[in-house]
T-cell receptor
Framework: ETGVTQSPTHLIKTRGQQVTLRCSSQSGHNTVSWYQQALGQGPQFIFQYYREEENGRGNFPPRFSGLQFPNYSSELNVNALELDDSALYLC?????????FGPGTRLTVL | GQQVMQIPQYQHVQEGEDFTTYCNSSTTLSNIQWYKQRPGGHPVFLIQLVKSGEVKKQKRLTFQFGEAKKNSSLHITATQTTDVGTYFCAGLETSGTYKYIFGTGTRLKVLA
C-alpha cells in the first residue's frame, strides 16, 4: 500500500450537484496531484498543489477546484456536475518525482 | 498542447513470450515515468528515466529513453501472468506549468 488514502470510495450524484473528494497524502509528501481517469483511458491531470498553493493545472474548467491543507491533505471540489464527470478520481502524493497514487474515488453522475 | 501516444493499445501474448510497448511524445520531455495499473486498481510507479538514451533494467523489465527525449519503451522478457495490466508512460511537461501527461496506455493480457 502507498499510504495515500481517498474518501469516499464510491459516490453517486445527479447532474448539477456539487461533490467534494478527499485525499490524505503519504507522510512527508508536500505535493498532491489530482487526476481524472475515464474508463479505458489514461489519467488526465487536473491540478497539483505544493505547500498549499496550486502550481499546475490541466485543461479542466474552473468548476474543478481544490485545496491543500497545512497537513498536506487535499480536497477536490467539482461544481455543477455533468454526466461526463463520471470517472475514477485519483490523487497522487509525492515528495520528489515518484508519485504514489491512492485507490481512487469512483464518481457516477446520473 | 503536449500529447503522449502509446502503441499498441492492446497486446495479448502467450506466457513466456516477450512484450514491448512504445511511448511517443509530440514534444521533448524533461523526464518520463512508467506506471502499471492492474484491473480495478490504481497506477503504481515503476521507474523514472531522465537522461537522453538512458536504459534501466528491473529484473525482466527494460526501460529506454530515446536520444531526443521524445520517445520511450518498456520491454518485458518472458512474460508471466502477474504482468497482466495496463502500462502507462507519463511525460513531464515543465513549460509554463509542472504536470505529468499520461499516455494512452497499453493493455497487456497474458495467456497461460
Amino acid at each position: 500500500e502507498t499510504g495515500v488514502t481517498q474518501s469516499p470510495t464510491h459516490l453517486i450524484k445527479t447532474r448539477g450537484q456539487q461533490v467534494t473528494l478527499r485525499c490524505s497524502s503519504q507522510s512527508g509528501h508536500n505535493t498532491v496531484s489530482w487526476y481524472q481517469q475515464a474508463l479505458g483511458q489514461g489519467p488526465q491531470f487536473i491540478f497539483q498543489y505544493y505547500r498549499e498553493e496550486e502550481n499546475g493545472r490541466g485543461n479542466f474548467p474552473p468548476r474543478f477546484s481544490g485545496l491543500q491543507f497545512p497537513n498536506y491533505s487535499s480536497e477536490l471540489n467539482v461544481n455543477a456536475l455533468e454526466l461526463d464527470d463520471s470517472a475514477l478520481y485519483l490523487c497522487a502524493s509525492s515528495a520528489y518525482n515518484e508519485q504514489f497514487f491512492g485507490p481512487g474515488t469512483r464518481l457516477t453522475v446520473l | 498542447g503536449q500529447q503522449v501516444m502509446q502503441i499498441p493499445q492492446y497486446q495479448h501474448v502467450q506466457e513466456g513470450e516477450d512484450f514491448t510497448t512504445y511511448c511517443n511524445s509530440s514534444t521533448t520531455l524533461s523526464n518520463i515515468q512508467w506506471y502499471k495499473q492492474r484491473p480495478g486498481g490504481h497506477p503504481v510507479f515503476l521507474i523514472q528515466l531522465v537522461k537522453s538514451g538512458e536504459v534501466k533494467k528491473q529484473k525482466r523489465l527494460t526501460f529506454q529513453f530515446g536520444e531526443a527525449k521524445k520517445n520511450s519503451s518498456l520491454h518485458i522478457t518472458a512474460t508471466q501472468t502477474t504482468d497482466v495490466g495496463t502500462y502507462f508512460c507519463a511525460g513531464l511537461e515543465t513549460s509554463g506549468t509542472y504536470k505529468y501527461i499520461f499516455g494512452t496506455g497499453t493493455r497487456l493480457k497474458v495467456l497461460a
